[in-house]
């Protein structure tokens, strides 16, 4: 792993170095060397055909892996790609009406402010998939900053053909105006918060395959908060006295396009978590452990104790809660202060995760793991005998849906 060799504070900064590089490149690429080509077209629907073409063709492949793979955890990636689509073929249909720049349309194009909706749409979906990466729910404070610009945004330019029929046209126009810049900050914000994201992927990660979907990702949010901040200078950057022209929704597209990219060539990615996750469990409603999977011995111990005496003892823990409670529900988690341990019952087996904490995806995707784990096994399962090893393949069925743990000996 790369890890082994840099730290992981060192390839973040090299990462973000390389975004940069990479967003100005493009840059370069567009508006110097292929200037000729593209600015004849930039005033044009044309100008929007080719970053539609590549986002459809990419919106395309993910929608395969969904429907084909199973692979639960990239709903969200394909309807934030689909809004993504949706906003540059509306703006491509009602192109008289697009304006300079986004939300700024004219008061007569309906299909282009509706396309506007769709990229404020966009946005929330992006951030909704970098929270629950990171934890159950969304946290408080961020979404008030991403949904309480993007949602009344989105629904006041889909209201701007009608202002007509507003009393105070002035002040509709005023809000939008005031909406506008805070989703601006917010998408700032947000392209930050993604960075972070990956970066911490990227130090958990255990395998080069994940540390360079990390990278990638960590790129292609770079370029995303480059484009952010280029967009206030408009059209055109002056560098060393020298006006070069600025794409900024090729360049917007292709960071997106980065981000996509991962998820198409490692759609279990989606899996990912941004913190540690030590063992894994499965095993049947006596306690009996079918499978353990030992991926990290967490700070300060030794050796853990053996899986065939946790198990029975975590049985024993769901069951006391139960009684204790008269809850009728499963147990789902059990919190400490410093881990969680999360509990996943499927027909007649219990799967079980102790990692620092929990999220939206990483119980996604352990439940699949269950899922899948109780469908390759159901005959052993059901006829079982006292022999574990027939479930020791079990190993490959977990590396392929979390393809960043690296399993060690126990």
């Not at 390839?11 to 690429?29: D, E, H, R």
């Not at 692979?71 to 540059?88: I, K, N, P, R, T």
């Not at 200078?233 to 597209?253: A, C, D, K, P, Q």
Request: charged residues 15%.
């Amino acid at each position: 792993m790369l890890k082994d060799y840099i730290p992981a504070p060192a390839l973040g900064t090299i990462a973000f170095l390389v975004g940069i590089a990479v967003s100005f490149g493009f840059v370069f690429l567009t508006g110097v060397i292929f200037y000729w080509l593209i600015e004849p077209i930039s005033n044009t629907r044309w100008y929007l055909l080719p970053p539609t073409i590549g986002i459809l063709i990419m919106l395309y492949i993910l929608y395969r892996h969904v429907i084909q793979e199973s692979v639960q955890g990239l709903e969200l990636m394909l309807a934030f790609a689909s809004a993504v689509a949706l906003w540059l073929f509306l703006l491509i249909i009602d192109y008289e009406n697009k304006g300079e720049g986004a939300f700024h349309r004219s008061t007569d194009g309906f299909i282009a402010n509706v396309a506007d909706a769709f990229l404020a749409l966009a946005v929330i979906l992006f951030y909704l998939h970098l929270e629950l990466t990171s934890n159950d729910r969304p946290n408080l404070i961020r979404a008030i900053l991403i949904l309480g610009s993007a949602a009344p945004l989105a629904a006041l330019v889909i209201l701007r053909p009608f202002q007509n029929t507003i009393e105070r046209i002035t002040e509709f126009n005023d809000l939008i105006t005031g909406y506008t810049a805070a989703f601006s900050i917010s998408l700032f914000f947000m392209a930050i918060f993604g960075i972070y994201v990956y970066y911490r992927i990227f130090r958990e990660s255990d395998t080069l395959a994940a540390e360079f979907a990390s990278f990638v990702n960590y790129i292609g949010a770079t370029v995303l908060l480059i484009s952010f901040f280029l967009a206030p200078f408009g059209n055109s950057l002056r560098v060393f006295g020298t006006e070069i022209r600025v794409y900024n929704t090729w360049m917007f597209t292709f960071g997106i396009m980065l981000l996509l990219l991962v998820y198409i060539m490692l759609p279990t990615y989606a899996y990912s978590f941004p913190f540690n996750i030590y063992e894994m469990f499965i095993i049947d409603e006596s306690g009996t452990a079918y499978f353990h999977g030992l991926i990290e011995i967490p700070k300060g111990v030794e050796k853990l104790p053996d899986a065939s005496l946790k198990s029975p003892a975590i049985i024993a823990i769901a069951s006391l809660v139960s009684e204790l409670s008269g809850a009728q529900g499963e147990l789902r988690s059990i919190s400490l202060s410093d881990r969680t341990i999360m509990v996943k019952s499927y027909r007649y087996i219990v799967g079980i995760v102790l990692a620092d904490r929990t999220s939206y995806f990483l119980r996604r995707g352990f439940d699949k793991f269950v899922r899948d784990f109780y469908s390759k096994y159901q005959e052993e399962i059901e006829q079982y005998s006292g022999n574990v090893a027939v479930f020791r393949d079990a190993e490959d069925l977990l590396v392929s849906i979390f393809p960043f743990i690296q399993l060690i000996e126990s």
